[in-house]
Antibody
Framework: EVQLVESGGGLVKPGGPLRLSCAPSGLSFNDYSMSWVRQAPGRGLEWVSSISSSSSYIYYADSVKGRFTISRDNAKNSLYLQMNSLRAEDTAVYYC?????????????????WGQGTMVTVSS | DIVLTQSPDSLAVSLGERATINCKSSQSVLYSSNNKNYLAWYQQKPGQPPKLLIYLASTRESGVPDRFSGSGSGTDFTLAISGLQAEDVAVYYCQQYYNTPFTFGPGTKVDIK
C-alpha cells in the first residue's frame, strides 16, 4: 500500500522540544519535494514547512520560523521536523505530504499523498 | 502572503444535486510563463487526512470521480460536485502553491440536505 507514516507526536510541556518523523511506504520519496502541514483541533489546514528533494530549498511559515527545522535523509527514506520552543498554539495534528513530481528544485505543485498525521499536544 | 477566502462556509445539498464552492485569492495565482493556475482542491473527511481532488485549477487527480470539476483563473475559482453522493460529505479546501507560504482557504463544509 502506498502511504506516508508519521511518528513522534505526543504530549510536551511548553518550551520543550519534539521531533517528528515521516517515512514513505510503497512510494518514491527521494525525487520529491515534501512538506509538513498542521491542523489544530477543529480548525483548518496550515502549511508549516517545505523542503526540496536535495534539501537545497527550505521554506517555513512565519509562525514557526526560528523554532522548527525541516530536514530529510534520502538514504534513510525519511523526513523530519525538529520542533523547539513549543507553544500551546502549536498543538495540532501534523501531516507530512508529498508534492506532485516536478523537474525543478522546489516543486510548486499540489500535495498528492498525505500521511495519517501525528498529534502534538503542548500543555503543562 | 496570498489569502484565500471560500464561500459559502457550509452548504447542504440534496443527494444527486449540484454543489458549488467558490475560492477567491487575494492575488493572481496564474503563472504567466506557462499560463497555468497554481491552485488545488482537497477533500477532508472526519478523522482522515486531506485528499487531493483537483490541481492546476481544473485537472482531476487520478482516481477522482468525474462528478468533481474545477474551473476558474487568476483570482476566482470554483469546485463543483455534480450529482452529490453521500460519500461526498466532507470539508473542502482550496490551496495556492503559487508561492510560499502555501496557503489554504478556511474550508467549506458540505452536508446532505
Amino acid at each position: 500500500e502506498v502511504q506516508l507514516v508519521e511518528s513522534g507526536g505526543g504530549l510536551v510541556k511548553p518550551g520543550g522540544p519534539l521531533r517528528l518523523s515521516c517515512a514513505p511506504s510503497g512510494l518514491s520519496f527521494n525525487d520529491y519535494s515534501m512538506s509538513w502541514v498542521r491542523q489544530a483541533p477543529g480548525r483548518g489546514l496550515e502549511w508549516v514547512s517545505s523542503i526540496s528533494s536535495s534539501s537545497s530549498y527550505i521554506y517555513y511559515a512565519d509562525s514557526v520560523k526560528g523554532r522548527f527545522t525541516i530536514s530529510r535523509d534520502n538514504a534513510k527514506n525519511s523526513l523530519y521536523l525538529q520542533m523547539n520552543s513549543l507553544r500551546a498554539e502549536d498543538t495540532a495534528v501534523y501531516y507530512c505530504a508529498r508534492h506532485r513530481y516536478c523537474s525543478t528544485a522546489l516543486c510548486y505543485t499540489a500535495f498528492d499523498i498525505w500521511g495519517q498525521g501525528t498529534m502534538v499536544t503542548v500543555s503543562s | 502572503d496570498i489569502v484565500l477566502t471560500q464561500s459559502p462556509d457550509s452548504l447542504a445539498v440534496s443527494l444527486g444535486e449540484r454543489a458549488t464552492i467558490n475560492c477567491k485569492s487575494s492575488q493572481s495565482v496564474l503563472y504567466s510563463s506557462n499560463n497555468k493556475n497554481y491552485l488545488a482542491w482537497y477533500q477532508q473527511k472526519p478523522g482522515q487526512p486531506p485528499k487531493l481532488l483537483i490541481y492546476l485549477a481544473s485537472t482531476r487527480e487520478s482516481g477522482v470521480p468525474d462528478r468533481f470539476s474545477g474551473s476558474g483563473s487568476g483570482t476566482d475559482f470554483t469546485l463543483a460536485i455534480s450529482g452529490l453522493q453521500a460519500e461526498d460529505v466532507a470539508v473542502y479546501y482550496c490551496q495556492q502553491y503559487y508561492n510560499t507560504p502555501f496557503t489554504f482557504g478556511p474550508g467549506t463544509k458540505v452536508d446532505i440536505k
